[in-house]
Nanobody, 128 residues
Framework: QVQLVESGGGWVQGGGSLRLSCAAS????????MGWFRQAPGKERELVAA???????????DYADSVKGRFTISRDKAKYTLFLQMNSLQPQDTAVYYC??????????????????WGQGTQVTVSS
């Protein structure tokens, strides 16, 4: 059973930074896709950033246009942990952020249905 546990959310003033972490346990995958999604009140869940790997190869990361240049996704392979560094945060970044994992190198990584495992979510609130 795979478990994903997010941490690092909280409250921050506009322009500030937060770093989210997602610790995965239960199983390792030689190939996979991991992503950060977010869902704001009254809105659909959207992909923020994703990373994919196949063996020792890692594909280039993907980002939503709204976060390009401000957010960075990274993965600690040894600790099986996913990170999301969020800089220059804006009030519109306020949402619940979810970590997700697919046990394959997925081409449909922007689609939430491509992911088999989800974390419980962590709230990020950015004040103006």
């Amino acid at each position: 059973q795979v478990q994903l546990v997010e941490s690092g959310g909280g409250w921050v003033q506009g322009g500030g930074s937060l770093r989210l972490s997602c610790a995965a346990s239960g199983r390792t995958f030689n190939s996979g896709t991991m992503g950060w999604f977010r869902q704001a009140p009254g809105k659909e869940r959207e992909l923020v950033a994703a990373t994919r790997w196949s063996g020792i190869l890692t594909a280039s990361e993907d980002y939503a246009d709204s976060v390009k240049g401000r957010f960075t996704i990274s993965r600690d392979k040894a600790k099986y942990t996913l990170f999301l560094q969020m800089n220059s945060l804006q009030p519109q970044d306020t949402a619940v952020y979810y970590c997700a994992l697919a046990g394959a190198f997925r081409t449909d990584r922007f689609n939430e249905h491509a992911y088999e495992y989800w974390g419980q979510g962590t709230q990020v609130t950015v004040s103006s």
